[in-house]
Structure formats: structure tokens, C-alpha cells
């Protein structure tokens, strides 16, 4: 098997876009025929097409791929697909409305709140799925996790009311990003690479000063992420430090200082 | 012809996506190992094919715009894998390019045979390329049937040949759109991954008659904290996964990450070939790790000198197969490895310690959400929370060696105190010391 295939040339590819025509070969089969295999396809078929998939695929080769690889330092894998998933997708993409019944973090419960539904979005790090709406009533934009969620009821959305809300959501989400300049000491340089990837989750701008060979990794990333990235930041320890952004100098020095606190005595 | 390799495609991606246009031409150059012509070539090619594979109705906007920002990782349009584009470098000539397009073109709306195909394919030619002889066309056929693109139907002689496509054609409209967030979320929180992604675009190809009706339907799902080069890695696998499945040994050529250079000209001119700071070497490989706190791979195996090796799989280029050994002495290794790794927190295959840590909820939460304590529990691996009081709670763990579990604790900043061992105690007190030292001169400025 190889995955620099001829077919999928770019070239070909591009051919075959414009005569309207697609391919499928039997390396993308074979790893659809193993992910068939993962308890997620559950929640994401009814049982019929999971049975008519598995049908079509019994005669491809079983992948390898995943035989000897072994994924490490990740969050315990929870529920991948929740059944919620299907139905809010749809209403997503007919631009409808929502009516949804949950419980807030407080362990509160709302009961049909109205609104306009505008992503789902999954989180590699806390492994949950979250509804990205805006409620008409607290007119604010909510994250609420599937897992939350009780019901969820279509209601109709008029295609004007729903491409303003496209866009004022857009809006709103682009106003909540924040910058912060994350500086690399020079004596771990040689950690570069390290350091760098553990910032490619995140938007951002590196530039190098040559004369004093000193990185420099401008981040951009939505106001309620700030804790993610701070722990990102603390996950590094020495090799970094915050060169722009206030709030995170400042937490840093306070989780400094508390954390001395805890050792008491022995840390003076 | 010898065999095509990406290792210089791929370092060279990896070094644009990490350092997101930090380097000028030469340092971008210097560093990989490569001329600054080699530079602008690479780089040529490699927004051709950007390009070419991006949307036409994208073309103008992208057309002018650099690599670089191309591959910036928009927080916001994560669905999408950046980097997928370098799975289609793979080099075609122009007439091959052609007659394998005509030939799934034609097929796509009914089955033919071969001598069927060879008329089609003759009479919608472009009047510079040379006709195709029949020869030709039953070596592209098999070609693509080696691939899975194209089966034969039913009956006999003269064969008739279908695209299989029945993953897609044998389901509704609203099943197929099923199976299109299916891959796509599967591609999206599993590896390996690029098979996944490749489905995902041909599916977007199949599903196009929604793109009138539903302009938005590919853009419902978001996934965030992706590591996006790490399918730059996936590369590798089939060769080192087909190894290990068959007993044998890997030549390659490695470069520490840690060196300047992560790249060097394979130059066919003596003349011009420089020292290079990579190494050749050979073992056995076991095991292909996947870190999820970096989103980098590793390849584990054994070197007859050296042992169990760790080695970075961005680090390894020109990767061969090698001469083959016993099943024993494989499953051998293999039971090694396993017994080595089982206290593993990442790869560290050191003595085994036992890690005491004391953790504080967040102050003035409630009951209901602690979200220090569904961290540890989400995070912490094998470790077990032992002991549970109003203000805090013991986690314990046994894991091999301190290293690599240090930056996980450190990063749940005040809200953990490491009570065992007394040296990975020592460090933390230091490490915050000299962490409060950096930011203290911060408070005169607040």
C-alpha cells in the first residue's frame, strides 16, 4: 500500500473535478471497513445502512493500519459520536432554528430555550461535543456540551433572520479572539521543534530575529481559551515565557506564587 | 526510474507549517539542507499543486497568496486538512493524466470493455497527444483496478468494467450524507487519518448536488486542537507498518529533531555533496506511537547495538525495507517492549516510580464541577485517585521515570502539589522558583 498514489494526483484530480466524476479506492474502503468496527458507527447510522455498509465492505482487505499503533498522553476517548449529532447537523445546514431543553453547569434546567443553532464542535482535549448557538432571549453566544442536552426541536427560520444570524455570530466570534506573544529562551532553541508543535493547535504567527536568534510565536485563539493556552504555557515551564499579554504574565506569576505556597517551608 | 520520494516535500511542509513563515529563503534553505534554487523549486511545485487541487472558484483568491498563509491554521476552519495536498505529489505525465481521467470519466455513467473504453478514449482526445493503443488502455485498466477505483461486472469475456463507487451509490441521499460526517468526524479524531480524509473529499465530490441546495452543509463541524501536521507523518506508515507486519528491519537515514538541519540533498554529484548531520542506521521495528499532548509520532524498534530505540518519525528519511528475521526473535522483541512499556507515560522506558500527587479543586467551586479533578480523570492515564477529601485529593500513579509525566503535573499550575518522589518534588519547587523569578519584575508593571 502506498498513499502517494497516481490517483490521487493533482493533476487527475482536478481533471476528474471538472468531468463532475470521483473515485474511490480500496485503501480509503479499507480504512472506512475498520472504522466500521468502532462503536461510534452506532450512533452514527441506523441500523440498516450500518448493516448495508459492513455488506459492501466484507470483501476488502483489513487494514494494518492500526494494528501497531498505539496512541499515548491523550484524554480517555468518551462517547465519539452522540446521537444528538445527526439531528442538529440537518438543522444547522437548512438554517433553521432550535428549541433546546438542557442543564447549565449549575446543574440548573432550561426548558425550550429558542435559538439559532450555529456549529457543533468537537474538542480533541476534553473529548466532548459542543453546541455552538446563540439563545434569543440572553441574547449571548452559548457553548453547551451534547452531553447536556436533553431535546432538541426544529423550529422554522426565515433565510433573511437566518444569514443575518450567520453573520452576526461570525462577528461576534472574530471580536472574542485575543493575541498573546509566547517568547522561546534562547538556551532551548535546540527544543524548538517541541515547542512549536505543542503551539500548532493554535492559530499563529512565528518570527525569527536573527541577530539575537530568538523566536517569537504571536498566538491567536477565541477569550475562552485563555485557560487552555495558559495551561499549555505551564506545560512548557522554563523553556518559554510570555513576552505580550498581560492577563497571562500576570496568572503565570500568580501560579508561581501559589504553587510555592503549597511547598511551604521547603521551598524557600 | 528510480523511486520517487517526498522526504524533502515533506520536511519542507513540516518546517513552513510549524515556523509559519518565520524564515527568509536562505534561512528556510540553510536550515532544511537544501540550495535556495532547490528552495524555490520545491516551493514552486508545491503551490502548483495548491492550486491546482484547490476549488477553481477558490483559484483566483488563493492564486496570489503565499504558501505560508495558505497553510496558516485558521482557528476557525478546522474541518479541512491543510496539509492533505502533499498526498497528491505524486508525479503523472501529462498523456497518463489524461487517459486515466477520460477512462473514470467515461465510466461514470456506464460499464465498458476495454476495446470500448480505447474508442472513447481516442475520439475525446486533445488533437497534440498521441492516440493510446489497446495495450496501454488494459495496463491503465489494471492499474486501476489494482487500486479498487475500477471492478469487473458480472459475466464473462469480453470484460466489462464499473467504477465501485456501491459505498456511495448503493445508499439515499440522506444516507450518504450519514457516511460523509461519519469519515469526516472518524478522519478527524483518529489515526491514522489521511485514508479518512481522502474518502472525505471524494464523498464531497459525490455529494455536490447538495452544494445548491444547502451552500453551508460541509461546514456544520469544527474540531479544535488539532495537531495538523501530524498527517504529514502518516507518509511513512504503510512502509513501516508493512514492515513490522512482515519481520523486517528498516534502513533509513534519521535526523535528530534536535539538530539544525532536518533535511539534507541527496546530491547524485559527489562534487557538491556536503557533510550531512543525519545518520544511516538499521533496526527492527515494533511499534509506531502516536503522542497526543504534541501530535507527533514516534517509531519504536530494536537496534542490535543500541536495544529498544526510540526514534522521532519526522526525524527519519529515505526509509527501506531491510532483510527480514525469525518470527521468534520478533514476537520476542515485541514481548519486551510491551513488558518496557506498560509503565510508559509517553515512551520512556526508564525504572519504574511511583508519582504521589496532591490536588486542590479550583477555589469556590461547587460540588458539582470539579473541573481539576475530570482533568486527572480524563487525563491521567492509569493513574488512580486514592484518597478524597473536601479540599483536596491524592492521585497515584506508577510510570516510568519523572520526565515525561512533569510537564502534564506542571501544567495544572497551583492546583497540584507533588508529594512523592522527593526529586520530582525538588523540581517542581525549582521550576517554580525560577518561573516566579521570570514574571516577578510583571507586578511592578500591574
Same mark, same amino acid.
Given at each position: 500500500? *502506498? ?5 490521487? *494526483? ?34 452514527? +447510522? ?44 440537518? /438543522? ?43 439563545? +434569543? ?14 431535546? %432538541? ?7 433573511? #433572520? ?9 462577528? /461576534? ?32 504567527? %512565528?518570527?525569527? *530575529?536573527?541577530?539575537? *536568534? ?20 505551564? +506545560?512548557?515551564?522554563?523553556? %518559554? ?6 492577563? +497571562? #504574565? ?7 506564587? #501559589? ?8 521551598? %524557600? | ?19 509559519? $513563515? ?81 477512462? @473514470? ?79 469526516? &468526524? ?101 511499534? @509506531? ?10 517509531? @519504536? $524498534? ?33 514481548? !519486551? ?12 522506558? $526508564? ?23 475530570? =482533568? &486527572? ?32 503535573? =506542571? ?7 507533588? !508529594? ?21 519584575? &510583571? =507586578?511592578?508593571?500591574?
Amino acid at each position: 500500500m *502506498n498513499l502517494f498514489e497516481k490517483i490521487f *494526483n493533482y493533476q487527475l484530480h482536478s481533471r476528474l473535478d471538472e468531468s463532475g466524476a470521483y473515485t474511490i479506492t480500496s485503501h480509503e474502503r479499507s480504512w472506512l471497513k475498520a472504522m466500521l468496527e468502532h462503536s461510534a458507527a452506532d450512533d452514527a +447510522f441506523d441500523s440498516g445502512t450500518l448493516e448495508k455498509l459492513r455488506g459492501l465492505l466484507a470483501g476488502e482487505a483489513d487494514s494494518h493500519l492500526f494494528r501497531y499503533v498505539e496512541e499515548k498522553a491523550g484524554s480517555i476517548p468518551k462517547r465519539i459520536y452522540h446521537p444528538l449529532l445527526r439531528t442538529l447537523r440537518r /438543522m444547522i445546514m437548512n438554517r433553521q432554528g432550535v428549541r433546546v431543553s438542557y442543564q447549565l453547569r449549575n446543574g440548573e434546567q432550561w426548558e425550550n430555550r429558542q435559538g439559532f443553532p450555529y456549529k457543533l464542535e468537537y474538542s480533541m482535549v476534553k473529548r466532548e461535543w459542543y453546541l455552538i448557538w446563540y439563545p +434569543f432571549r440572553e441574547r449571548s453566544l452559548m457553548m453547551t456540551k451534547l452531553a447536556h442536552i436533553r431535546a %432538541v426541536e426544529e423550529i422554522s427560520m426565515p433565510p433573511d #433572520k437566518a444569514k443575518h444570524m450567520i453573520q452576526h455570530i461570525a462577528d /461576534m466570534l472574530l471580536q472574542r479572539k485575543q493575541r498573546a506573544v509566547i517568547e522561546v529562551i534562547p538556551a532551548y532553541n535546540a527544543e524548538l521543534s517541541r515547542i512549536l508543535y505543542a503551539f500548532s493547535c493554535f492559530e499563529k504567527e %512565528v518570527a525569527y *530575529n536573527d541577530s539575537t *536568534n530568538t523566536y517569537r510565536i504571536a498566538l491567536a485563539f477565541p477569550g475562552h481559551e485563555a485557560e487552555f493556552v495558559l495551561s499549555k504555557i505551564r +506545560f512548557l515551564g522554563l523553556r %518559554v515565557r510570555v513576552a505580550e499579554g498581560d492577563y +497571562f #504574565k500576570h496568572r503565570m506569576l500568580e501560579a508561581a506564587t #501559589k504553587a510555592l505556597a503549597r511547598y511551604g517551608d521547603e521551598s %524557600v | 526510474m528510480a523511486k520517487e520520494s517526498f522526504d524533502k516535500e515533506i520536511q519542507f511542509l513540516r518546517l513552513l507549517a510549524l515556523t509559519s $513563515g518565520a524564515y527568509n529563503r536562505q534561512q528556510f534553505a540553510k536550515r532544511l539542507g537544501i540550495s535556495v534554487h532547490t528552495f524555490d523549486k520545491t516551493l514552486r511545485r508545491l503551490k502548483d499543486i495548491v492550486q491546482t487541487v484547490n476549488h477553481p472558484n477558490e483559484l483566483s483568491a488563493a492564486a496570489g497568496r503565499e504558501l505560508a498563509e495558505h497553510l496558516q491554521f485558521q482557528y476557525y476552519e478546522s474541518a479541512d486538512p491543510v496539509l492533505l495536498f502533499l498526498f497528491r505529489a505524486k508525479s503523472l505525465k501529462e498523456s497518463e493524466s489524461h487517459r486515466l481521467s477520460q477512462l @473514470v470519466a467515461a465510466l461514470q455513467t456506464q460499464e465498458l470493455t476495454a476495446k470500448e473504453l480505447l474508442e472513447q478514449c481516442c475520439s475525446d482526445l486533445p488533437p497534440e497527444l498521441i492516440p493510446p493503443d489497446e495495450k496501454t488502455i488494459r495496463s491503465d485498466l489494471k492499474y486501476l483496478e489494482d487500486v479498487g477505483v475500477i471492478c469487473k461486472a458480472a459475466g464473462g469475456r469480453p470484460y466489462r468494467y464499473g467504477l465501485d463507487r456501491s459505498i456511495v451509490t448503493r445508499l439515499t441521499d440522506e444516507e450518504q450524507l450519514d457516511l460523509y460526517d461519519y469519515v469526516e &468526524v472518524m478522519a478527524n479524531t483518529q489515526v491514522p487519518s489521511v485514508q479518512g480524509y481522502l474518502l472525505r473529499e471524494s464523498l464531497k465530490k459525490a455529494l455536490k448536488p447538495l452544494d445548491g441546495k444547502h451552500p453551508d452543509w460541509q461546514e456544520t463541524l469544527w474540531y479544535k486542537y488539532h495537531y495538523h501536521s501530524r498527517i504529514l507523518d502518516e507518509a511513512h506508515l504503510p512502509v513501516v507498518l508493512h514492515a513490522i507486519d512482515s519481520c523486517r528491519r528498516l534502513k533509513f537515514m534519521y535526523f535528530s529533531p534536535k539538530s539544525s538541519l532536518s533535511y539534507s540533498s541527496q546530491n547524485t554529484n559527489p562534487l557538491f555533496e556536503k557533510e550531512t548531520k543525519g545518520y544511516s542506521d538499521t533496526m527492527l521495528p515494533l511499534k @509506531v506511537v502516536y503522542d497526543h499532548q504534541y501530535g507527533r509520532w514516534y517509531l @519504536v $524498534g530494536f537496534h542490535r547495538q543500541r536495544g529498544l530505540l526510540k526514534l522521532r518519525m519526522e526525524g527519519l528519511t529515505q526509509i527501506e525495507g531491510d532483510t527480514q528475521v525469525e518470527a521468534a526473535y520478533f514476537k520476542e522483541k515485541q514481548d !519486551l517492549l510491551a513488558e518496557k512499556m506498560k509503565h510508559s507515560w509517553l515512551i520512556d522506558t $526508564g525504572e519504574p516510580v511511583r508519582v504521589i500527587v496532591k490536588f486542590y479543586p479550583p477555589a469556590g467551586a461547587g460540588s458539582g464541577s470539579n473541573f481539576i479533578k475530570d =482533568r &486527572v480523570l480524563l487525563q491521567g492515564q492509569w493513574g488512580c485517585i486514592t484518597e478524597e477529601h473536601a479540599g483536596y485529593f491524592i492521585y497515584e500513579i506508577i510510570v516510568n521515570g519523572i520526565t515525561e509525566i512533569r510537564p502534564w503535573l =506542571r501544567s495544572f499550575g497551583s492546583s497540584c502539589e507533588v !508529594l512523592e518522589p522527593q526529586i520530582l518534588r525538588r523540581q517542581m519547587i525549582e521550576e517554580w522558583k525560577e518561573l516566579k523569578a521570570c514574571y516577578e519584575p &510583571v =507586578r511592578e508593571n500591574l
